[in-house]
């Protein structure tokens, strides 16, 4: 029987002193601590556990805590895997999971409100009866919270369709200690750019108790397909030829011949009626006295051995294209990626895509038998723009192999580049955890990628955060002496002492489709701009669509000190610190997405209501590259091999059709702009969630 | 290396269908955490009341093992581990037999189970008599060698007792381990059993007795926040208004607040509150 809870020092807000539930919560899933804890460790223990079910109680948490001399740290369902939410002593932790509401579903503007407690499983199921996804999918999907998703700049599996985490918030409610409750984004009082730095802030500037986010309506058709490559450079160009050709996949994933290899991934399972002889022999040994422990103590304690089989015994990459969406969409883009991929690889069929679309969510258990083993095991996720993506690859695995096997598979894909998402297993106390994580990020940092894609920065990584932001920080320290001046919130990330300083970010090369700018005068790039804004920065993503890109990169400078900020294609090292950086340098430079040479297509029309019908479009999933009204006509413009198919999809939906005119790219609006109704003459820009027009000075 | 070892390393994956975990927002409540706590004790790293603290926080739902890509038996290995950390106590005394002849039907009306008498009586066309089971019936909390004494005393009791009528799952295994041959109430209406099972799960796992949200400590004895907000959550696992097939499933519900009913229409409903023993 659980223990009462009792209220926390005159908030009123249910708590707990017992032992069994700050063990509970004294550790996340950082993989250290778990083999810290396998070895007879444990992390240091808070001394409360407090679970408000409502933001003011959240304000009463933190007003005890501060009455106590306590420091708070936030804890959704624990599932980092930074070491974000490790226990601190002496600290209150403040449970999320009772702020577990969901709704209401806006079915007209597709939103839906969420609380921060609530599990991602718990809301796909929720919008699912009601005929929407949110189209976050990561593998922690059903131990993983709203909260954490916001705090750690999560992204999932569907990301090359859905956008990021931070592409689908449209506003967020916070309790911060310094000021109590707020609201940024859609609706809110707080500047527009605190989002920028809650979303990424790991539980360090306030607590987050609830999102605002888009939603979409359950794709239609699902077309998945397998492909084999090779070698892994080839495949690596073909991913990215898919997403600068426009076609926006949901999922591109490319698996490196020994996750290929070792995966079994190209070749479907036999069927059989029961264990084949290799399972009966595993059960046989496991089932011995210490003999399951030393099963794989063998293998993983020569990891150079192992690695070398492993590449032995490799052949070829495996490559799983998806798409889903509506019908046609789905129809034409699959079709131009058919031809785009013919004679670059072997075509294995819908097969291996379809297996890994019915086992997305189980790889997670796969490492248990590891730690099991007395081994252990951990994924490190970075990403590269194109241009890096190879040399990032063979540095990692150099740098890894003397420790753990390691593998990779490259997916989160953008026109810019791609995450690299290695996993290695190896033997050996913390140590040797350590030496193989320092090796690891080092030479990924040093050969041109992010530190963190979507895992977070925590304790993992803070330092080479740290370092990856640079000057850039007093941006953050500027905000948090605002939201939290006593420094009562305390988590692992996303900064703390910096490693070294990192090398700049090498230049991009055209492969990359990125070209520098002024950020001042954004309009002086000589390439053909993918989202040509009229200034820089961009709307906040929750007034632009997922797809439609600020800035990758900003470089400037703080206090006379060089700063790099955004590697490409995406950072996630703690908060989005860009704008901040571009407004404190007016000689500010940032890396703009260029669109690649190709086919286009326009077409002109006057519907009536054109910007309803630009609406309509966007919802019917076409992603036109140039969407707009001029002097009432609606102008809609595509780019890439699938052009003129995706223009006979919106011609056929505008009412009067579009006529074929010559392709000219149209300027976007930048900000300030505000909501406003479909049918206002003002109306200068539409997303899927409404229109907007130009706010007032 | 423990048992528990596999659900304690896990990422949690299961904890969305956990209505303890849900309900109440606990970590502690997790079947992660609870695994963790065991193999803590296992190595000597956390204390036996630890252990039975954790061990007892599981309802038996069987809903982890069905979210589970592994279908890990944790339920089972918990139901183990409950009757190895349990207290040592006396078996009950057992009451006296009624005199008489006729089927005998064992009520467990002070788990709030309600009567089945009066139902199992008009199916049969004939009269009935009553035999009420304590709490504890099957002794698991004694000691091996009085269980043993217990158990027979149990089965002498029910010996040439002529048809013994079972409804309550606690019964029935106290029954089944005294060698006690009897009946199931759901024969009696094998249609309206079968749609109760079908509506509470009770499938899960196979034919009664079985005690799916019955647990190892009745809910109401819960913390009333935590009892109400657990009930919400198996009430919200299940197609309401939920009817069972098993007198231990009834009393369990509807102590955690969830619209719960015999399996046919009003049989046996009691306004007697839970026990909360």
């Known amino acids: ?567 490409a294609p995406r950072s996630a090292a703690g908060p989005d610190l860009r704008g901040w950086l571009a407004g404190q340098d007016p000689d500010a430079t940032a890396t703009i997405s260029t669109a690649a040479p190709g086919p286009r297509w326009m077409g002109i029309g006057r519907p009536p209501q054109p910007w309803a019908v630009a609406q309509a479009l966007l919802r019917a999933d076409l992603r036109p590259a140039v969407l707009t009204v001029v002097d009432g006509a609606l102008r809609v413009g595509f780019r890439g091999p699938a052009a003129e198919a995706f223009g006979r999809i919106a011609a056929a939906q505008v009412p009067g059709g579009l006529a074929p005119a010559p392709y000219e790219a149209a300027p976007l609006p930048a900000g300030p702009l505000e909501p406003a109704a479909l049918d206002d003459p003002a109306v200068v820009w539409v997303t899927p969630q409404g229109a907007l027009r130009r706010a007032a000075p | 290396m423990s048992e528990f070892s596999t659900c304690a390393l896990c990422p949690r994956l299961c904890r969305p269908a956990c209505p303890v975990a849900v309900g109440t927002g606990r970590e502690a409540a997790t079947p992660t955490a609870i695994a963790a706590v065991l193999v803590d004790w296992s190595r000597g790293r956390a204390s036996e009341a630890l252990a039975r603290e954790a061990a007892t926080l599981c309802l038996d739902c069987g809903a982890c093992q069905e979210h589970c890509h592994l279908h890990e038996p944790l339920p089972e290995r918990l139901r183990a581990a409950r009757r190895a950390l349990r207290p040592v106590r006396p078996p009950p005394a057992l009451p006296p037999l009624p005199p008489g002849e006729g089927p005998v039907v064992v009520e467990r009306i002070d788990a709030g189970a309600g009567a089945l008498a009066p139902w199992v009586a008009a199916r049969l066309g004939r009269p009935v008599r009553v035999w009420s089971a304590p709490d504890g019936l099957a002794a698991d909390e004694a000691a091996p060698r009085d269980r043993a004494a217990h158990l027979a005393a149990l089965a002498a009791l029910l010996a040439g007792a002529g048809e013994v009528w079972v409804g309550h799952g606690d019964v029935a295994e106290a029954l089944v381990a005294a060698g006690v041959a009897h009946r199931w109430v759901g024969e009696l209406d094998p249609a309206a059993a079968a749609a109760a099972v079908a509506s509470c799960r009770c499938g899960l796992g196979g034919a009664p007795p079985l005690a799916c949200c019955g647990g190892a400590e009745p809910l109401a004895s819960h913390h009333p926040a935590d009892a109400s907000r657990v009930g919400r959550a198996v009430g919200a696992r299940l197609p309401g208004p939920v009817r069972v097939v098993d007198g231990r499933c009834l009393a369990h519900l509807r102590g955690a607040g969830v619209d719960v009913r015999w399996f046919t229409d009003g049989v046996g409903e009691s306004d007697e509150p839970p026990s909360t023993e």
């Not at chain 1, 949110?134 to 998703?149: E, F, K, L, N, R």
């Open chain 1, 1 to 567: 029987m659980l223990a009462p809870m009792m209220p926390l020092q005159a908030s009123g807000v249910d708590a707990s002193t017992a032992e069994i539930d700050l063990r509970a919560v004294a550790r996340d899933l950082w993989p250290r601590d778990t083999l810290a804890w396998w070895l007879g460790g444990a992390p240091p223990r808070p001394d409360v556990v407090a679970w408000p079910s409502t933001a003011a109680e959240v304000e009463r948490v933190l007003a005890a805590a501060r009455a106590e001399g306590r420091r708070v740290v936030t804890y959704g369902a624990g599932s980092g895997v930074a070491g974000g939410a490790r226990g601190v002593a002496g600290a209150v932790v403040l449970d999320t999971k009772r702020l577990d509401r969901i709704g209401p579903l806006d079915p007209d503007r597709w939103t839906v409100d969420v609380e921060a407690g609530v599990l991602g499983e718990h809301l796909e199921r929720w919008l699912a009866a009601r005929g929407f996804t949110v189209g976050h999918s990561p593998s922690s999907i059903s131990c993983s919270t709203v909260g954490g998703w916001a705090a750690a700049r999560s992204a999932g599996q569907f990301s090359s369709k859905y956008g990021v985490f931070e592409d689908m918030v449209l506003a967020v409610d916070a309790v911060a200690p310094g000021i109590g409750a707020l609201r940024v984004g859609e609706g809110g009082e707080a500047p527009p750019e605190w989002m920028d730095q809650l979303l990424g802030s790991e539980g360090r500037l306030a607590v987050i108790t609830g999102v605002r986010l888009r939603v979409w309506p359950l794709p239609e058709r699902r077309w998945l397909r397998g492909y084999r490559f090779t070698d892994l450079a080839g495949a690596v160009d073909a991913m990215r030829a898919l997403l600068q050709a426009e076609l926006w996949p949901a999922v591109l994933r490319l698996y490196d011949p020994v996750d290929t290899r070792i995966g079994g991934r190209t070749r479907p399972k036999k069927a059989r009626r029961g264990p084949g002889v290799v399972e009966r022999l595993r059960a046989a040994i496991s089932a011995l006295p210490g003999a399951r422990e030393r099963l794989l103590a063998l293998p993983l304690s020569l990891p150079g051995l192992l690695n070398d089989l492993a590449d032995g015994l490799a052949s070829g990459c495996l490559l799983i294209v998806g798409f889903e969406g509506e019908g046609e969409v789905v129809d034409a883009s699959a079709a131009a990626a058919e031809a785009l991929l013919a004679g670059r690889a072997e075509d294995l069929g819908p097969g291996p895509g379809e297996r890994w679309y019915a086992s997305r969510h189980a790889v997670s258990y796969k490492l248990m038998p590891i730690f099991e083993g007395g081994g252990f095991a951990d994924t490190m996720e970075v990403a590269a723009p194109w241009s890096r993506v190879v040399a990032v690859y063979d540095a990692v695995r150099a740098a890894v192999r003397p420790y753990a096997l390691v593998m990779c598979h490259l997916s989160h894909a953008y026109p810019e580049g791609c995450s690299l998402y290695f996993s290695f297993a190896g033997r050996g106390d913390l140590n040797t955890y350590d030496r193989a994580w320092r090796a690891a990020l080092d030479a990924a940092t040093a050969a041109g990628a992010t530190t963190t894609h979507h895992h977070g920065v925590g304790r993992l990584k803070r330092a080479w955060a740290t370092a990856e932001a640079g000057p850039a920080i007093a941006g953050f320290e500027a905000l948090r002496a605002q939201l939290d001046p006593e420094g009562l919130l305390s988590a692992g990330g996303p900064f703390g002492a910096p490693v070294a300083a990192l090398p700049p970010p090498p230049p991009p090369e055209p492969v990359d489709g990125l070209v520098a700018v002024a950020v001042a005068r954004p309009g002086g790039a000589e390439a053909e701009l993918a989202w040509p804004w009229e200034r820089l920065p961009a709307p906040p993503r929750w007034q632009r669509a997922p797809w439609q890109v600020g800035w990758t990169e900003v470089r400037g400078a703080v206090a006379g000190q060089p700063c790099a900020l955004g590697r």
